[in-house]
């Protein structure tokens, strides 16, 4: 056990698209309810993409591996888009409201965020999708560490809301935060192009 959950922790920490909305979430909003919503809609887009890895490759993963390559292509699609979208929300008038992403949107950035193929892949125990005691252990541990790490995110946000001395400040943050997520989208889309070139 202890080995699973300090793996959920070190890939749950680590920067990406998710953490990076949660992060700019706070920044614009601080710590409150529409935040800790996110934290909901980013916790049950996780639920339903681990357990969709789980059963498609546990069940069905030898037979159609193309639907990997599916759903990467929309991940990458939609975390451009959102890049897209946070970068152009940056504007010059400071009375203007800070643009956020909706806890739909987050949702499916969650949803498309390949870290839920890594859990299935390399953190879930053997056997954990094909009984469901071990399903319902592992997804009670993911819980108990995904809902602090979002807190987490969106805590980092809300400091650096108090710590920057102006909007510009953080129209800057917000375009670097847009850079993260096209960057990570982009990453996707090369490790894509040199597997399929490498097959």
């Known amino acids: 056990m202890p080995y ?3 793996g959920l922790l070190a890939v749950l920490l680590v920067p990406g698209p998710t953490n990076t909305l949660l992060l700019q979430s706070g920044i614009a909003k601080g710590l409150n309810g529409s935040s800790l919503r996110l934290i909901g809609a980013e916790w049950f887009a996780y639920i339903i993409q681990v357990t969709a890895w789980g059963l498609v490759i ?8 193309w639907v990997v390559s599916a759903v990467k292509i929309f991940a990458m699609c939609f975390l451009l ?8 929300s940056v504007v010059q008038d400071a009375s203007a409201p800070v643009v956020t ?7 499916v950035a969650t949803l498309t965020n390949p870290k839920g193929l890594f859990f299935v892949s390399f953190v879930a125990p053997p056997g954990t999708f094909l009984e469901v ?3 319902l252990w592992f997804i009670a541990l993911f819980s108990l560490v995904l809902i602090p790490v ?23 943050v917000n375009r670097m935060i847009s850079l993260v997520i096209g960057l990570f989208a982009l990453g996707m889309l090369f490790n894509m192009a040199s597997q399929s070139l490498s097959a």
């Open 133 to 135: 005691g071990n399903y």
């Open 58 to 65: 546990g069940l069905l993963g030898a037979d159609y591996s």
């Open 150 to 172: 979002g807190v987490v995110w969106v805590s980092l946000g809300a400091y650096f809301k108090h710590s920057l001395p102006s909007r510009v400040s953080a129209g800057v």
């Open 81 to 88: 888009y959102i890049s897209l979208r946070l970068w152009f």
């Open 4 to 6: 699973v959950a300090f």
């Open 101 to 107: 992403v909706s806890p739909g949107e987050l949702f």
